[in-house]
């Protein structure tokens, strides 16, 4: 065999110089698998967000699960009351990281007009909550929209910070950038032994 | 149907269940619905319910809740029940005053079984007891919840919304902690 240059055919077709950060983010923004949580007349929306009219599959969020072992996006959709918060604090603890929660409609929100003894009034008091959609219900071309945010979120996200911790400056090179920059990947990572529902 | 037949209507029921209760210690008038009304004492619920089933025919229940009038007051809670009469197409409702804050009549879930979950509901929201009643427990809201909603005195955005859920997840994080420790 002679020898094989990476510009000749295949190769030249076939490899593309990138940082690891922004393929490992590329593949999670475009691969969100939901936990829909239908809690009330949101669930309607996202349901029909999930259908063909407006086809969530067009942004690779289309395949819901209804297990969080297998979700990495945690809709709650509608009035959370009390009685339901600690089911859903339990599904949010078996989804496995990286996870990311969106809040969907005024009542998951804030408690909406549901200002009662019986109704979490915003479910960041007991979750931590990456993207807020506003609306009674919100439409659910407003939906989509929050989950695009959510993607250029997840694009800034430092998933490799870990693997390459040991190497000095690799991501700031000496001028602080990375500790400007928002940066999910050390909010989330956790040290030996820290407790659940430390993230809130 | 006509004012005209309604009327009819109301006035048999009222003269029907007059008669029948005519033995016990109760009024009878109609409501300004048009339902036969029987006004009674508390202690008296029972008795009355129990003529009206098996002499009344009124093999139906519809209704079982209570009226907090306002804190405070001598005659706070009022009873409400509501039967039904398939046999003679006739609905009837008794009230009864109850006195104190924290009121307790006789069940009739030993007349009409299904009375079981109003029961519940009505101690669950108002506080109200059921002498007799096998499984009065809370029906809407959790477990430990230590306030009834319904009441007057009860604030809309409630006392300590979240003390529940606070509590289960200090449990859960300790048990979490120790199962940690013990690795």
Same mark, same amino acid.
């Given at each position: ?25 590329? @593949? +999670? ?7 829909? $949580? ?8 996202? &349901? /029909? ?14 395949? @819901? +699960? ?7 996006? $945690? ?8 009685? &339901? /918060? ?115 | ?183």
């Amino acid at each position: 065999m002679g020898q094989v240059s990476l510009t000749d055919a295949p190769f030249s077709e076939s490899f593309a110089a990138t940082n690891l950060d922004w393929v490992v983010n590329w @593949a +999670r923004k475009n691969s969100l698998w939901p936990m829909p $949580l239908g809690l009330s007349c949101c669930g309607i929306e996202l &349901m /029909a967000m999930f259908g063909p009219k407006f086809d969530l599959a067009r942004f690779g969020a289309e395949a @819901a +699960r209804f297990t969080p072992r297998q979700c990495d996006l $945690l809709v709650v959709a509608g009035t959370l009351t009390w009685k &339901m /918060a600690q089911a859903v604090r339990l599904v949010y603890d078996q989804m496995p990281e990286p996870k990311w929660v969106m809040s969907m409609g005024v009542c998951a929100s804030t408690g909406g007009m549901y200002d009662t003894y019986s109704v979490v009034q915003g479910i960041d008091s007991i979750l931590p909550v990456d993207v807020y959609v506003p609306g009674c219900p919100p439409r659910p071309d407003a939906v989509i929209d929050s989950i695009i945010k959510l993607q250029d979120r997840i694009q800034l996200e430092r998933p490799t910070r870990d693997l390459l911790e040991g190497i000095p400056d690799y991501h700031d090179m000496g001028t602080g950038a990375a500790e400007r920059q928002p940066n999910r990947a050390v909010i989330q990572k956790k040290k030996p032994g820290a407790l659940i529902g430390d993230d809130i | 149907m006509t004012d005209e037949n309604n009327e009819v209507a109301e006035n048999a029921t009222q003269t029907r269940v007059s008669e029948l209760l005519s033995s016990l210690e109760c009024t009878v008038t109609c409501a300004y619905d048009g339902m036969a009304s029987v006004q009674c004492a508390p202690e008296l619920i029972h008795a009355i319910c129990a003529k009206l089933k098996t002499e009344g025919g009124f093999e139906g229940n519809t209704l079982v809740t209570a009226i907090d009038h306002g804190a405070g007051l001598e005659q706070r809670f009022e009873m409400v029940y509501q039967f039904l009469s398939m046999e003679h197409t006739q609905r009837v409702r008794v009230r009864a005053m109850t006195t104190g804050d924290d009121p307790e009549v006789d069940t009739i879930t030993d007349l009409w079984p299904g009375t079981a979950f109003s029961e519940r509901e009505c101690f669950d929201l108002l506080g109200v007891r059921f002498a007799g009643h096998e499984n009065l427990r809370r029906i809407l809201m959790p477990e430990g919840f230590e306030h009834h909603p319904l009441r007057k005195d009860f604030p809309h955005i409630g006392i300590e919304p979240d003390k529940l859920y606070q509590k289960w997840d200090e449990e859960r994080r300790s048990a979490f902690a120790e199962k940690e420790a013990g690795k």
